[in-house]
């Protein structure tokens, strides 16, 4: 697809979040801001993605903890796979990331620098005045994402790292059913284990000799660099 979005006359923001409260009170926000606005709401990724195409606005605010569809848990995976999908189809478009998890988008850094289109993050207990201010930016093209953490390039954005990552330790499981869910032998399942611990600067022998459980230690060094929750 690929396009830009054309500007019109009338301010249309869309707003993505998986919770109610946080819909309600962001629209208050705005309408103060922005009385004229036209302010469209979706709960999931598969419904946002088809608002941008019928509203064609001129900023989304978007969480990056959410549902697929209705029904379904929101995920922080979820709301990455929709922002990168959203900045490959519509490389103009002006977003701000408001979430309580900007440490994960270390891993879409590269891809959201280049980004043409305004691009500003806030945290959730960011004050009012301060949202304000990151929303005209994200309208004004400025990009802002100087609290967004620089990630290894080894394991950047790489998809088969991350789902790795998800099913260990989101979903609880071994590498013998993880290589079955990912349709690879369990050997490059440890291959990717091994690529991964590399980029975190974990000593595996060295824990070993310790007794440290190298599992654990993989999930906080993970943690610490926004790769999961």
């Known amino acids: 697809m690929n396009q830009c979005l054309?500007?019109?006359?009338?301010?249309?923001?869309?707003?993505?979040?998986?919770?109610?409260?946080?819909?309600?009170?962001t629209q208050k926000l705005l309408k103060e801001q922005y009385p004229d606005a036209k302010?469209?709401?979706?709960?999931?990724?598969?419904?946002?993605?088809?608002?941008?195409?019928?509203?064609?606005p001129a900023l989304i605010i978007m969480d990056i903890l959410l549902p697929e569809k209705p029904?379904?848990?929101?995920?922080?995976?979820?709301?990455?796979?929709?922002?990168?999908?959203?900045?490959?189809?519509?490389?103009?478009?002006?977003?701000l990331v408001y979430t309580a998890s900007i440490k994960r988008l270390g891993?879409?850094?590269?891809v959201i620098a280049n980004h043409k289109g305004g691009f500003t993050i806030a945290n959730k207990n960011i004050a009012n005045q301060e949202m304000l201010s990151r929303v005209d930016g994200a309208l004004n093209g400025f990009i802002h994402i100087?609290?967004?953490p620089d990630?290894?390039?080894?394991?950047?954005?790489?998809?088969?790292?991350?789902?790795?990552?998800?099913?260990a330790f989101h979903e609880g499981l071994?590498?013998?059913?993880?290589?079955?869910?990912?349709?690879?032998?369990?050997?490059?399942v440890r291959h990717y284990w091994d690529k991964l611990q590399a980029a975190l600067d974990i000593d595996c022998e060295e824990l070993k000799n310790q007794g440290k459980n190298i599992r654990i230690m993989t999930k906080i060094r993970a943690r610490e660099a926004g790769l999961i929750d």
């Not at 500007?7 to 819909?23: F, G």
């Not at 302010?39 to 064609?56: D, G, L, N, R």
């Not at 979820?78 to 189809?89: A, D, H, S, W």
């Open 174 to 188: 071994q590498d013998k059913a993880i290589a079955k869910h990912i349709c690879v032998s369990e050997r490059m």
């Open 146 to 148: 100087k609290e967004i």
């Open 107 to 110: 891993q879409l850094k590269p």
């Open 71 to 95: 029904g379904l848990e929101p995920q922080t995976p979820t709301g990455l796979e929709l922002l990168q999908k959203v900045m490959q189809n519509y490389p103009a478009l002006n977003i």
């Open 151 to 167: 990630i290894n390039s080894e394991f950047k954005i790489k998809p088969e790292v991350l789902k790795l990552l998800s099913l």
């Open 39 to 56: 302010i469209i709401s979706t709960q999931t990724a598969t419904e946002a993605f088809s608002q941008i195409e019928i509203v064609q």
């Open 6 to 25: 054309p500007k019109k006359t009338t301010l249309q923001i869309l707003l993505v979040d998986a919770y109610d409260i946080c819909i309600t009170g």
